[in-house]
């Protein structure tokens, strides 16, 4: 049965094979199309079609016999816990730059 990975931005990869839970490619992946482009992934087999969200690429191995394996899994709840505290983080610090410039604007002017 070949398989088709949709990923969020409607890049596709298609004519995969699965093993387990990886799938297999007889070509290697820019791994590079991964990134931030995991929120969802859909995997149809031409029948049936699932929707994961929240995927992160682990790996992609090439074994002896010239395929190569592709290896997922979904977000933790502590990862995502995590990108909204670190995003918050990154929003405190904005604001408190902001306001250091301010107060150098106000003291620059005295």
Known sequence: MQYTITLADGRKLTGLDKNGDNFVSTEKVDES?????LS????????TE?????????Q?????????YLAFR??????????????NTNGLTDVQVALAEVYEMILGGM
């Open 33 to 37: 199309i991964f990134e931030n482009n």
């Open 40 to 47: 969802t992934m859909t995997v149809s087999d031409g029948e």
């Open 50 to 58: 699932e929707t994961f969200k929240d995927m992160v690429f682990i």
């Open 60 to 68: 992609q191995m090439e074994w002896a016999d010239g395929t190569f």
């Open 74 to 87: 979904e977000k933790t709840q502590q990862e995502k816990i995590l990108e909204v505290i670190t995003a």
